[in-house]
């Protein structure tokens, strides 16, 4: 099959957390659109803290008699996503889960994981069945023992599947495209790519060395079955295997998509018209015309006797066998295709999603300032996000919604900024100029709720949420829809 290319949806938990009263009390329609103005690091006294009416108090002497606060020391700076909600409302860390549905892992050849989906032990069992009941005919001393040896030929066929997979992985890694997963699932694998090449001629190499590979292994195993014994179980194995590799090839180069085929189409189209949306249409398009023709002709095909069975032997039950094979294999190729020209036409849209206009204000704030007081300057400055700075204004932490959230009201005043800041690490700055695919990538590659935007001199420009993007994403998808 095709590798699989395809944005991804942001994974974070950002979504929930605006379900709930925002933090900053501002409505969108009053935040200022201008931010060709830096914010200002506020002046401030170390150490003060406010009241609900905004009068510096003293977090040692609480007023009024209902709530003693006892003297306790300064709680400590908890680590971003760790332990249980705390004093600071920490709230758990966004988990980047990686081959989470993606069935077994059974290793990972040139550090791409290799699943195999549960669907893949009903192929198995189905193949040992139906081969087992050829060997029957060719090898009948073998008695029970042919369901081993089907046994054998199924996972040595699907061993052939990841070969196949492998030399789509390998050239995507050398065209340096991140491979999340190869899967071999029920009617074959896919490579699961996540990034477009750059140049039709690269897309083409990408498709043909799968099928080229499975014409080499056929071409192997003809070899080897012209060194046994014929009709023996050597024999039988080198030919079915043989056989099976060559269908796989040639089954995937049938020039529709989402087969190899299909993208080999796509890449000379879109060399011929510059457009890789051309390529696209044209190669999904044909694509959907060749599930036509499996639908139909090849139950015709199996009945005229062209695929090597004489029509007298066909029961009832081979035909409607038949039938649903060419109705699955339909369905698969016509999902695909349509699939593939949603994501192009989307991708399309995609350079609309940009970190410039998704980026919220931000307020630089001292760790030290309270939580209470830090809320009233970003809210006095237009602001709907905090960013802890160093004594210089550099930034070092990102508050995060979730964790403004998952304070009290009444404790605002009594706790500082920078037990609640969720430290800057590698790929949470992202540059304000980042869009399209080019920012989800990035998102995708470090997952968070919220990332700090920067200008290209290193300036703090805001903060983006992984939340807002992905509300902009699935706006961009409904307005296709």
Known sequence: MAPATAPQRIRDGGSAYHRRQNPFALHDRNVRNDRTEQVRRPQFRRGDAVDDSGKPQDPKEPQGPEEPRPNRPAEPRRDPGTGPHGPGGKAPKPVRRKGTGGGILMGRPFGVPVYVAPSWFLVAALITWVFGGQLEQVLPELGAARYLVSLFFAVAFYASVLVHELAHTVAALRFKLPVRRIQLQFFGGVSEIEKETETPGREFVLAFVGPLLSLVLAGVFYGGMMLVEPRTVPGVLMAGLMISNLIVAVFNLLPGLPLDGGRMLRAVVWKITGRPMSGTVAAAWVGRALAVTVLIGLPLLTHSGALGRPPADITGTDSLTDAL????????????????????????????????ALTRRAAPTPPDTSLAEALRRANDAGARALVVVDPEGGPTGIVREAAIVGVPEHRRPWVAVGTLAQDLKEGMRVPVDLSGEELLEHLRTTPASEYLVVEETGEIYGVLSAADVERAFVTAMARHS
């Open 325 to 356: 094979l060419a109705a699955v294999l339909a369905a698969i190729i016509w999902t695909g295709a349509g699939n593939s020209l949603r994501m192009a036409r989307l991708r399309e849209r995609l350079p609309d999603l940009g970190a410039r």
